[in-house]
């Protein structure tokens, strides 16, 4: 893909966020479909290219109408959308197709038409950790960040801090699920779900959705809303057991998706304006910021300490209250790229002043897999 010669003209979230148990898993898929497209003048007849990950594309495509030319069913976990996006630049860019629609929906929180959770006692999984008392993600991820405080000596109160500065983030934002202040002594004060994450270290859940479409740059100005452009994109994985990470500190698919997509966006650290790092625990801000670059190992937690990722700090992180504060379906990457969007086009409820350059970076899995777009409001 040629730097910036696809841009994403179509972006919504579901019309209600939160609780929805009036909607099933598909319905919310085709409601943010359907409002990505109203946001950009198309209809469902005008896309020829489907992405989309927690359902099947063939459903998807289905239930809206459409016959694509060009179909994506990657799933690696909360980031696939991120790599849907450079899926389809690619394939706008190869002539594939010319306008693709990228879906999100999770009944997370009511459960209306959603899969199944756990996995099968014969997969690596259920062979090699569950014996040993993991019980899904709070348990699984504590892995890692008992290593990372160990090794690094992060305090309870900066992991607490990353909480705090996203609840101040979410108190400007009219749609986030969660919205009154938190002090990092509430934050360690509140239940113990497993050592040593507190509730709100860890993610809420949540039903909701959101959808993106995009078209090459092109045609990009013929749109009604402002365009943003995909700049540089990057996607790996690590392992499908958190116990088999090559280092508990540090996430080697989050460093090899980081670099290809600074490295193809053609950007330093410092052209950065905005960043969103998915955030299902309190952990993982800290370690996207020291994978992708932007501060050395060990020093993240005194970063967001410092509140330099607070509003009015030097790098707006997770401006729209993140997974732990503003909405969280299970996947969430979708919602990162959605503020992404808002802020390059100016939009968003908490708006941060002159962003020119936005990088989301998501996570799936245990540290299995990691997704990071960079993405512009003007055309390289």
């Known amino acids: 893909m040629t730097r910036g010669s696809v841009a994403i003209v179509g972006a919504a979230e579901t019309t209600e966020l939160g609780v929805i148990p009036h909607l099933s898993q598909l319905g919310l898929h085709a409601d943010a479909a359907l409002n990505a497209l109203a946001d950009c003048g198309l209809s ?52 594939l197709c010319k306008t693709v629609l990228i879906t999100h929906g999770q009944s997370g929180r009511s459960r209306v038409g959603a899969g199944g959770f ?25 892995i890692p960040v008992l290593r990372f405080m160990k090794d690094f000596g992060l305090t309870h109160e900066q992991l607490a801090m990353v909480a705090v500065v996203q609840r101040e983030w979410a108190a400007r ?4 699920m969660h919205r009154d202040p938190i002090t990092v002594e509430d934050v360690l004060a509140s239940r113990l779900i497993a050592w040593p994450f507190h509730l ?28 943003v452009y995909v700049l540089g994109s990057g996607e790996s994985v690590e392992t499908p057991l958190v116990s088999q990470m090559e280092d508990f500190t540090t996430s080697r698919a989050f460093r090899v998706s980081g670099r290809m997509a600074f490295a193809e966006a053609g950007i330093t650290h410092d052209d950065v304006d905005h960043l969103m790092i998915y955030d299902a625990f309190a952990h993982l801000p800290i370690y996207g910021l020291e994978d992708l670059g932007f501060v050395a190992r060990g020093e993240a ?13 030097k790098l707006p992180l997770n401006t729209n209250g993140g997974g732990l504060s503003y909405t969280h379906t299970g996947m969430y990457g979708m919602f990162a790229l959605q503020e ?10 908490a708006q941060v002043p002159d962003v020119r350059i936005s990088v989301a970076h998501g996570v799936g899995g245990m540290f299995a897999a990691a997704g990071t777009v960079v993405l512009a409001n003007e055309a390289p």
């Not at 993610?203 to 809303?225: H, K, N, Q, Y």
């Not at 992404?340 to 409820?349: E, F």
Request: one cysteine or more.
């Open 173 to 176: 934002n009219p749609r986030a």
């Open 118 to 142: 756990g996995f099968s006692a014969s997969s690596l999984a259920g062979q090699f950790e569950a014996p040993y008392g993991v019980g899904g993600p709070p348990t699984l991820f504590t």
């Open 340 to 349: 992404s969007v808002r802020q390059l086009r100016g939009t968003a409820p």
């Open 301 to 313: 937690g005194k970063f967001i300490q410092e509140r330099n990722t607070a509003p009015g700090g």
């Open 44 to 95: 469902p007849s005008d896309i020829d290219g489907v992405a989309t990950a927690g359902e099947s594309p063939t459903a998807v495509a289905h239930y809206l109408g459409i016959t694509p030319a060009w179909v994506d069913g990657t799933a690696v976990g909360g980031c696939s959308f991120m790599l849907h996006v450079r899926h389809a630049a690619a394939a706008i860019a190869q002539g």
């Open 200 to 227: 709100l270290e860890c993610c809420l859940v949540t039903d909701g959705g959101g959808a993106l479409v995009l078209v090459s740059a092109e045609r990009a100005r013929d749109f009604p809303m402002k365009p």
